[in-house]
């Protein structure tokens, strides 16, 4: 049966919740459906609504900081809200790059969260110069020239972020071309590459823990449990080893500049050779997510000839019926159903590409055979 998995306020609300309990020391102990009036607004809600969250949030001693599940807050809104409040005010952009820092473990993912902090840095002075007090300010405006100390303050703060951001921007290059030697390197020992990407939480890290019997690596229920790539090793019954890649899990409406700081790192393990796009298919917002990254995938110019296939986790929760015909595989990666089909199908496919390499070689090396070679590589 179809089911009517469209994205509701409610779903939005759990994922906030979700978002919020996902990092250490924070709990989230409320959480109301309130709409936004304006975005342009000072105070984003109508006045009514205002006043009584306002009366609610003071009330509750529990409450140590809101949580606005709005993806941005301009830097004059938050700072409305935590003075009406009384408490600090996060937005979707700095809860997510919470979590980003949080699971940031190499140097490179560390410094790619620095990055895409700036932004939102900038946004908070912004509002602070002179002149804007009572307007929205537009973010990153260029720094004018007006006088006064407030604006001399944030025009020196403002230089400093500049500074900072030109030189992670350096580092992070350079990180960039040390990994693209590292591919090289991969390349060279001919593993084949397969990456496995899927909303987060989907059951990634659980399924390489599966393949490969990796005991060091920890699923969490947790989202963005892996920020930064990792790669394992995996032999296949063929005894070719192949390289499992995990990647950081997709998540609707992720902060632009987020995804942007992790275009890098994501394109080079998408460049695999074969694509698993893992999918929770007992999550009731299943196909909102699996839109989301085939919407990710497509923002990252993936080669549309690229061998993508599609695998449902997490059968064990559901029955049979409930199953339905669109993937390629069901598996669940916790109690191992489906597994041996899984690792047969990536080796048939890696065995597909590895083979058509091969003959591409023997076409380099010329011969009579050329033609023939030539169309059977090129099927
Ligand atoms: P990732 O964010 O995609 O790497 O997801 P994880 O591997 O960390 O898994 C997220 C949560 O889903 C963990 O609590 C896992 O135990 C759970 N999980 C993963 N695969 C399965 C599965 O096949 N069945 C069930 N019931 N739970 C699973």
Redesign the pocket.
């Known amino acids: 049966p179809k089911k009517n998995l469209l994205t509701t306020p409610d779903l939005m609300l759990e994922e906030a919740k979700a978002l919020v309990d996902s990092l250490p020391n924070w709990k989230c102990v409320d959480a109301i459906k309130v709409p936004v009036e304006s975005l342009e607004k000072k105070t984003i809600f109508g006045s009514g609504q205002f006043e009584s969250l306002q009366k609610n949030i003071v009330a509750n001693p529990n409450i140590s900081a809101v949580f606005v599940s709005t993806n941005v807050l301009r830097g004059i809104q938050r700072r409305e809200l935590m003075m009406t409040f009384g408490v600090p005010v996060f937005d979707r952009y700095s809860v997510v790059l919470q979590i980003f820092k949080d699971r940031a473990r190499t140097r490179e993912a560390k410094l790619q969260v620095a990055f895409a902090e700036i932004p939102y840095l900038r946004s908070s002075l912004v509002g602070l110069q002179k002149g804007t007090k009572n307007n929205l300010p537009v973010e990153n405006t260029s720094r004018g020239s007006k006088g006064g100390s407030g604006e001399s303050f944030c025009d020196s703060q403002l230089h400093l972020l500049d500074r900072r951001e030109i030189k992670i921007k350096k580092e992070l290059e350079k990180l960039a071309k040390k990994r693209t030697l590292l591919k090289c390197e991969r390349k060279k020992r001919e593993f084949p590459v397969v990456a496995i990407v899927?909303y987060?939480?989907?059951?990634?890290?659980?399924?390489i823990k599966s393949l490969t019997g990796d005991s060091k690596i920890t699923?969490?229920?947790?989202?963005?449990?892996?920020l930064d790539v990792t790669v394992h090793g995996m032999k296949l019954p063929c005894n070719l080893t192949v390289l499992l890649v995990?990647t950081v899990?997709f998540i609707s409406n992720i902060p632009v500049n987020l995804i942007a700081a992790f275009n890098s790192t994501l394109r080079d393990a998408i460049d695999a050779d074969v694509l698993v796009h893992?999918q929770?298919i007992?999550h009731p917002d299943v196909e909102n997510q699996v839109a989301t990254v085939k919407d990710t995938l497509e923002q990252l110019n993936i080669d549309s000839t690229k061998t993508v296939i599609q695998v449902a986790?997490?059968?064990?929760?559901m029955s049979s019926e409930e199953l339905d015909d669109y993937s390629d595989l069901h598996?669940?990666?916790?109690?191992g159903t489906g597994l041996e089909e899984f690792v047969d199908l990536i080796q048939t496919k890696v065995l597909e590409i590895t083979n058509r390499r091969y003959l591409r070689l023997m076409v380099l090396s010329g011969g009579t055979e050329y033609s023939w070679l030539h169309k059977e590589a090129t099927v």
Request: aromatic fraction near 4%.
């Open positions: 899927g987060t939480n989907c059951g990634k890290t659980t399924l699923p969490r229920d947790a989202l963005f449990a892996t995990d899990g893992l929770d007992s986790n997490k059968i064990d929760k598996i669940s990666a916790k109690d």
